[in-house]
């Protein structure tokens, strides 16, 4: 997996404008825009408290376009 990484940081640095890599780090609040709950039977709580556990897949944002981090919740109620 990091080679794979390591291969789409290189060809980031290709295209213009520059491709920007970004991984979420733990603990940080859950936002819809730059991430996506990658286990979709889980919904955020009403107050928020939605966080990042760990990150399946890195972001890109490429100019304005924004592609989301694949991301694994924690503090999330399952809607079974």
Do not use: C, R
């Not at 404008?17 to 730059?34: C, L, R």
């Amino acid at each position: 997996m990091s080679s794979s990484i390591w291969l789409l940081h290189k060809l980031a640095h290709l295209f213009t404008p520059p491709i920007a890599i970004f991984q979420v780090e733990k603990g940080v609040d859950f936002s819809m825009v730059y991430m996506e709950n990658v286990t979709k039977k889980y919904s955020i709580l009403e107050n928020g408290i939605s966080k990042v556990g760990f990150t399946m897949i890195p972001g890109f944002k490429i100019g304005k376009i924004v592609v989301q981090a694949q991301v694994y919740l924690t503090g999330s109620k399952s809607t079974k």
